[in-house]
């Protein structure tokens, strides 16, 4: 075919762009519109506009070159020392975000002798986890419509005054506020962080930081056993929460000074009114209501009333109807939702959203019960437990960068997610397997195992979920992936939690029918041998190994359930454009 001369006009208006046809690769260097008319006819293409992609007299790497997110746009990425700066201020801020989400379970004990109650201990993991769930896409849209450093230092600045206050708390009121305010901090913490990655790291080398800074969130869930014993055990369970703040003082000096936002990242315009609009507070203000409903109704059934009881089915029917009316709202707030519709219903968005859901539900659920199989168990106490646990952080760890740079080099991620449902499902599998009778080699195996297949596939749903992304929808993209991440934590380790309480009890029944079921809940599994006499502490053990049973089964429903919705993604490779147009740090 013809090359078309190069005094006719290379860009047409995208709005009415039609067909596109031939584009001299000489003619478009030559322009001098930015980007280039071949990039915006490109990027028509990739947004439905125009249904026939654009063409032109070149080779393919000279093509790719002029697709959005290639150097050829002219973005300069931070290197050297500011990279790195960068890079390590996003790891120490997502960090401090997973380590309160584990760092307090060692602490809870002597919190509860300080202000001298049980009752409200749930609430002291499910306080953050709600904020951190409810908020998450909420600050998306604070990205997408204010400036990204800025609204990430707001977001740490949430964070610290939350761990302030619980660090100082006086009461157990005012540490579940603060781990509350916490809660809300984090989720643009979480937020940010990944976004901002998309805009520090040059698209083709974007999946191997993203799945560094993502190490970080399972190398701070196993930590933070093993940090909360300490402070608790050395010095006072209140460091538990002061420690966030140095570190976090430090993230924000570095994203501060060392990080500018490119120009992909300006914020989108609009009036305030129309912005606090697309904050969706209404949505935020169901999600939590809806998560209060089902923990309490999980809280309460099977233990403190029976699952009979009007006050446990009321909840129930308040989860399923407000989290309805949610969806209803969504729907009905169209590009205002916290969970944008249009957005959620692409495959590289809600595949990988089901696919966290799952998949994180069933690695909070191990993180969380292995520290009771080896305390209650195998007598350890709260840092050796924490130490037994090394063998899943360091697969965790070395999966994660091992699966990020794979993904990078090969263009690989969704053949990754699958494989790595399958490998969690039967670790999930032989962790089930553990009994009584302890054996070293076996939950060593079975945590390395087990700890490769989470590492691998933590962070191919957001590797495929930007690459598909335009830029203007990154932030809001990434929320919406991390929003189901979360909530999966909170939803699962709830109902395993559930499940190990009222399988205990029933088991208790017939190993122990001797031991007062309250009196047992009401002691922590490193007392079990102090508090009971010796004749009973074989069937109460038999009863504690059948609720970690329990809970470890629903972890492996969940991989299994992961894997499923694992194969509904696309398996092409990404394309280095596709790893996209986000620009980059000027």
């Known amino acids: 075919m013809a090359r078309p001369p190069t005094s006719k006009p290379v860009v047409q208006t995208i709005g009415t762009c039609t067909n596109i046809g031939h584009i001299s690769l000489s003619r478009a260097r030559e322009s001098r519109l930015s980007p280039s008319g071949y990039q915006l006819k490109y990027e028509a293409y990739l947004s439905g506009e125009t249904t026939r992609a654009p063409s032109f007299v070149g080779s393919e790497d000279e093509k790719r070159d002029l697709e959005p997110g290639s150097m050829a746009d002219g973005v300069e990425y931070p290197t050297g020392w500011t990279f790195a700066f960068i890079i390590v201020a996003l790891i120490l801020s997502i960090f401090l975000v997973s380590l309160d989400m584990t760092i307090v379970a060692t602490a809870i004990p002597r919190i509860t002798d300080e202000f001298r109650g049980l009752e409200d201990v749930a609430w002291y993991g499910s306080a953050f986890f709600m904020t951190v769930g409810g908020f998450q896409s909420t600050w998306g849209k604070v990205f997408k419509y204010f400036p990204l450093k800025i609204g990430f230092l707001v977001a740490i600045c949430v964070f610290e005054l939350g761990s302030l206050i619980c660090g100082v708390a006086p009461n157990s009121t005012t540490l579940i506020a603060g781990r509350a305010i916490a809660g809300v901090g984090a989720a643009g913490i979480g937020s940010g962080a990944y976004t901002i990655v998309a805009f520090a790291a040059e698209p083709r080398k974007r999946p191997v930081f993203t799945g560094i800074i993502g190490t970080s969130y399972g190398v701070a869930a196993v ?87 009007p006050t446990v089915i009321c909840l129930l029917i308040g989860f399923v109807a407000i989290f309805a ?262």
């Not at 989108?268 to 009114?273: H, Q, R, V």
């Not at 309490?296 to 059934?301: M, N, S």
């Not at 991989?559 to 147009?581: D, E, P, Q, T």
Request: proline share 4%; charged share 10%.
């Open 325 to 586: 009316a949610f969806a209803a709202w969504e729907y009905y707030n169209g590009e205002r939702a916290m969970i944008v519709p249009r957005l959620f219903c692409t495959p590289g968005v809600w595949v990988g959203s089901v696919y966290l859901f799952l998949y994180a539900g069933s690695y909070f659920i191990t993180i969380y019960y292995l520290p009771i199989y080896f305390q209650s168990i195998g007598d350890s106490s709260p840092t050796e437990s924490g130490v037994q646990n090394l063998p899943l952080i360091l697969s965790v760890t070395v999966a994660t960068i091992v699966a990020g740079a794979t993904a990078s080099t090969t263009r690989i991620a969704a053949s990754i997610a699958v494989v790595s449902a399958v490998v969690a499902t039967v670790a999930s599998g032989l962790l089930y397997t553990l009994d009584v009778q302890i054996q070293t080699w076996k939950w060593v195996g079975y945590q390395i195992l087990g700890g490769i297949a989470w590492g691998a596939s933590f962070q191919m749903p957001i590797i495929i979920g930007q690459a598909t992304a335009k830029p203007e929808d990154l932030s809001s993209v990434t929320a919406i992936i991390l929003f189901f991440q979360t909530v999966g934590g909170a939803f699962w380790v709830s109902a395993a939690q559930s499940a190990f309480v009222n399988s205990l009890m029933s088991r208790l029944a017939t190993s122990a029918p001797d031991v007062n079921p309250l009196l047992l809940l009401g002691t922590g599994a490193t007392q079990i041998r102090t508090v009971f006499p010796a004749e009973q502490v074989p069937g109460i053990l038999v009863a504690y190994m059948a609720g970690i049973k329990t809970a470890l089964a629903i972890a492996t429903g969940a991989c299994g359930l992961a894997f499923v919705a694992s194969l509904f993604n696309n398996f092409r490779r990404l394309r280095h454009s596709m790893v996209k147009a986000t620009g980059g740090v000027a």
């Open 223 to 309: 930590v933070g056993p093993i940090l909360g014993g300490a402070f608790t055990d050395r010095v006072t369970w209140r460091w538990c929460f002061y420690i966030n703040l140095p570190i976090g003082g430090f993230s924000a000096f570095i994203i501060a000074f060392f990080f500018h936002a490119p120009k992909g990242a300006k914020p989108k315009e609009a009036t305030l009114k129309e912005k606090i609009l697309q904050m969706d507070l209404l949505g935020t203000a169901l999600v939590m209501g809806g998560v209060i409903a089902y923990i309490l109704a999980l809280q309460y059934g099977g233990q403190t009333m029976d699952w009979h009881d």
